[in-house]
């Protein structure tokens, strides 16, 4: 089955500064990859998503890219900001896998220093 | 539209004792998950249901049982808790199993002594 490999754990930057996330994944059948933001003590929250046929997503300060032949995706956050401090999980959609659900990454805590 | 609730917020269990936690959705999605988060921890699916009166186990099964009788609740039962299920439930739904959205509920925050 679909297997998701998030790195880093944890991700410590200055304010202002840029973070990037990395996740590979193992079916390259998959074919949508969400990410999700979760604040401390709050319920995750799709935050950007990305299908197969585009190489790279933009909203606002952040930014997915997606590299199918290598089978790896990346969040890029610009210009951070103290409320971006949260866990990040990447997603994968094993399309073969019938019914099977998305398969989440183990999550990044990504804390911004002011 | 009150999206995905869960019932209750918190409890404390003991060993031994059991409890269900309601999920209730007014989306009317067909999928809906459980999963569990340990502190620090990622998430893991436990069960879930691709349509009213269906079920399917996911990573973390065992000790859980679920039903769907109704399209909008997924009920998740704990038949005797033990102190390894400690942890925070969240439920989700989402229109479809393909590349569609999942919605989170609040969580429970379930601790078993």
């Known amino acids: 089955g679909e297997n998701v490999e998030q790195h880093p754990s944890t991700l410590s930057v200055q304010e202002g500064d840029s973070a990037v996330i990395k996740c590979t994944y193992s079916d390259s059948a998959s074919n949508y990859f969400p990410w999700y933001k979760q604040e401390l003590g709050k319920r995750p929250q799709l935050i950007i998503d990305?299908?197969?046929?585009?190489g790279e997503k933009k909203d606002q300060r952040i930014a997915v890219t997606l590299n199918k032949t290598a089978k790896h995706f990346s969040l890029h956050i610009t210009e951070t900001q103290p409320e971006d401090s949260a866990v990040y999980f990447c997603?994968?959609?094993?399309?073969?896998?019938?019914?099977?659900?998305?398969?989440f990454g183990k999550g990044t805590r990504l804390s911004v220093i002011a | 539209n009150a999206g995905v609730t869960q019932t209750p917020k918190f409890r404390v269990l003991k060993t031994g004792q059991s409890m269900t936690l309601l999920c209730a959705q007014d989306m009317n999605h067909e999928y809906m998950y459980w999963y569990r988060q340990d502190p620090g921890m990622g998430l893991r699916l436990i069960h879930y249901s691709v349509g009213e009166g269906t079920t399917a186990k996911g990573e973390v099964p065992d000790g859980y049982n679920v039903s769907r009788l109704k399209k909008q609740n997924f009920l998740l039962g704990l038949e005797s808790a033990a102190p390894s299920q400690t942890s925070v439930y969240f439920c989700a739904s989402s229109y479809s199993g393909e590349a569609n959205e999942q919605f989170f509920g609040p969580g429970t925050r379930l601790t078993v002594l």
């Open positions: 990305i299908r197969s046929n585009v």
């Open positions: 997603a994968a959609y094993p399309t073969l896998s019938g019914n099977t659900p998305l398969v």
